[in-house]
């Protein structure tokens, strides 16, 4: 994405304008700093293939608190692998093949990732829909190709969990740029759900997973437009809703970690704290007040986090087009203003904090299947 600075964002904001550090509990900035992240990512070479991590609660209709189950069943060293093998930390197999995914820009870059993502989405039971639509000649290309995969509920009615997987890069280098934040982070959120979705019982709605192209490239979200009337068109005609766009893009790079001055002034606790946006807080007035109301309840039941609540009309990733059709969504991100994405070079693993990505995950995943009603 092309994101706005943070404090435009914070002053532009609705819900937390009279401070660059508000939070869904300002007054409490005593809540303890997320440990530091453990550093590389370990290698494999099973990529692609479902993850299977996690304990014995993530088969059968989760007992007890679901969404505290789900929170537990969020593993930092999935996530992490998740992150390595989107990201061309490591070895992955792709259709019987050893390869690396080290960019996702170049026609061949993003083909090699979409074949990984569907095998690993297929693997977990889904059907996957490559979904196609014409695009302006920029990277060698004329046809834009976005990915998704269906997790039957016992409604139609869906949920979707949205990222985008093209990337850009320094002008002229963009097949050097792993794109690791920049949304492998996203991605990695995205897959580690799946995994524990794919496992439990008792989903009132369907859930798609769609990773989606040209959010970057085209830099206007043609993929993301392209997806919104294609899932317009499927409801009208098969009669079901779109509940809600659920979008994770940049959440694994820390302010505190590079350079405390990134977080703005009064910055939070270290790591104590990430953005979500539900609100455009200009004249279009995109408002869903509830989905922040909703992921601060799981933050603050399950974990030491806590949510910043801002708004952001900039309509630079995912969800965006969801909001200009009249649909819920919202976006997370790191706290702070990250100076490694788009063309700004850098966004590889060693920006990443692991334990800071794990431990949002864990609310957004959460929170997550508190929408598509597990367990109900
Ligand atoms: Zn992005």
């Known amino acids: 994405m092309s994101r706005t600075p943070?404090?435009?964002?914070?002053?532009?904001?609705?819900?937390?304008?009279?401070?660059?550090?508000?939070?869904?509990?300002?007054?409490?900035?005593?809540?303890?700093?997320?440990?530091?992240?453990?550093?590389?990512?370990g290698e494999s070479d099973d990529a692609g293939t479902a993850a299977t991590s996690g304990g014995s609660d993530e088969a059968g209709a989760p007992a007890g608190d679901p969404y505290k189950t789900v929170f537990d069943a969020v593993d930092?060293?999935?996530i992490d692998k998740l992150l390595n093998d989107a990201t061309g930390g490591n070895t992955v197999t792709v259709d019987g093949a050893s390869t690396r995914l080290t960019e996702r820009w170049s026609p061949a870059g993003k083909a090699r990732f979409r074949a990984f993502w569907k095998q690993y989405f297929t693997a977990l039971g889904m059907t996957v829909n490559e979904l196609t639509f014409p695009i302006p000649n920029l990277v060698g290309e004329t046809t834009?190709?976005?990915?998704?995969?269906?997790?039957?509920?016992?409604?139609?009615?869906?949920?979707?969990?949205?990222?985008?997987?093209?990337?850009v890069g320094i002008k002229g280098k963009?097949?050097?740029?792993?794109?690791?934040?920049?949304?492998?982070?996203?991605?990695?959120?995205?897959?580690?759900?799946?995994?524990?979705?794919?496992?439990?019982?008792?989903?009132?709605?369907?859930?798609?997973?769609?990773?989606?192209d040209y959010e970057e490239i085209s830099?206007?979200?043609?993929?993301?437009?392209?997806?919104?009337?294609?899932?317009?068109?499927?409801?009208?005609?098969?009669?079901?809703?779109?509940?809600?766009?659920?979008?994770?893009?940049?959440?694994?790079?820390?302010?505190w970690d590079e350079d405390v001055k990134l977080c703005g002034a009064k910055p939070p606790a270290a790591n104590s704290t990430f953005l979500m946006i539900s609100c455009s807080g200009d004249k279009k007035n995109y408002a869903y007040p509830e989905l922040?109301?909703?992921?601060?309840?799981?933050?603050?039941?399950?974990?030491?986090?806590?949510?910043?609540?801002?708004?952001?009309?900039?309509g630079d990733t995912d969800h965006y087009p969801f909001w200009q059709a009249?649909?819920?969504g919202y976006v997370i991100e790191e706290y702070g203003d990250n100076p490694h994405y788009d063309d700004t070079g850098n966004d590889t693993y060693k920006t990443i904090n692991v334990q800071y990505l794990f431990q949002i995950s864990q609310i957004q995943i959460a929170y997550q299947a508190k929408l598509i009603g597990l367990g109900k």
């Not at 979705?197 to 769609?210: E, Q, Y």
């Not at 992921?295 to 009309?313: H, L, Q």
């Open 219 to 255: 830099d206007n979200l043609d993929g993301d437009v392209a997806y919104v009337a294609y899932l317009q068109r499927e409801a009208k005609a098969k009669g079901f809703k779109i509940l809600v766009a659920s979008d994770d893009d940049q959440t694994g790079w820390s302010c």
């Open 144 to 167: 834009g190709h976005n990915m998704e995969a269906v997790l039957p509920g016992a409604s139609p009615d869906s949920v979707v969990i949205i990222v985008h997987y093209d990337s």
């Open 6 to 41: 943070l404090f435009s964002m914070m002053c532009a904001g609705l819900l937390a304008c009279s401070s660059g550090s508000s939070t869904s509990s300002p007054s409490d900035h005593a809540s303890p700093a997320a440990p530091a992240g453990d550093g590389a990512g």
């Open 292 to 314: 922040a109301k909703g992921i601060a309840e799981v933050a603050a039941a399950y974990s030491t986090m806590k949510v910043t609540a801002v708004c952001d009309g900039s």
């Open 76 to 78: 930092k060293a999935s």
């Open 174 to 212: 963009e097949t050097q740029n792993p794109a690791v934040d920049d949304d492998g982070s996203g991605l990695a959120i995205q897959m580690e759900a799946a995994r524990i979705f794919a496992g439990l019982k008792g989903r009132t709605n369907t859930v798609r997973f769609v990773a989606a």
């Open 326 to 328: 009249g649909i819920p």
